[in-house]
């Protein structure tokens, strides 16, 4: 697993790992009656999964119809505890040539958080690891066992789209 990976990533991974292995354990069961109370068991476990996917992504209650949690709530949280803003070399929309650099504000980490929660997993990923962390393309493909030209497309996506809800915050 990536180390600049936060625990909710981590979780959806898990989550979604382990919701696969049991459609595949679903898929091979026969037609006896024993087989078919398995198969409803492991039905319940996949929607009961999903239900946590979904939660862990959204940060609202899916069962909950008027829920006030905000979107991507948890990864915002997260990516805020993340000690990322320095090693993003950000420079604020204020800073003049010549200026001294200064910290963030937290509306402006705040900001960008939800601009990163946005992204998915894998665009997240190789985005920080190319920006933050400062890895090739190549170093990228070894740590997340991804071609090159994957991992390529990734961060150009991640970049559009960080673009626009940057274009979007500043309207």
């Given amino acids: 697993m990536v180390r600049d990976m936060n625990w909710v ?11 696969k292995i049991l459609k595949e354990k679903r898929e091979a069961l026969g037609n ?8 409803t068991q492991i039905n319940s476990m996949i929607e009961e999964m999903s239900v946590v996917i979904e939660w862990l992504k959204s940060g609202k209650d899916p069962y909950e119809l008027r829920g006030k ?8 949280r997260a990516l805020l505890n993340m000690d990322l803003f320095p090693s993003l070399d950000i420079i ?3 800073f003049n040539e010549g200026e001294n650099s200064r910290e963030l504000t937290e509306t402006e980490k705040e ?11 894998r665009e997240r990923q190789c985005y920080l690891l190319h920006y ?16 090159k030209a994957t991992v390529q497309s990734y961060i150009i996506r991640a970049r559009e789209k960080v673009k626009d809800k940057i274009s979007e915050g500043t309207k």
């Fill in 32 to 39: 006896t009656e024993l087989d078919k109370t398995d198969r």
């Fill in 92 to 94: 604020p929309a204020s």
């Fill in 111 to 121: 900001f960008i958080a939800n601009v990163l929660a946005e992204l998915s997993l």
């Fill in 9 to 19: 990533d981590s979780f959806i991974e898990e989550y979604t790992e382990g919701r």
């Fill in 69 to 76: 949690d905000k979107r991507s709530a948890y990864q915002k």
């Fill in 132 to 147: 933050a962390n400062r890895r090739s393309f190549e170093e990228i493909a070894i740590e997340l066992g991804l071609r």
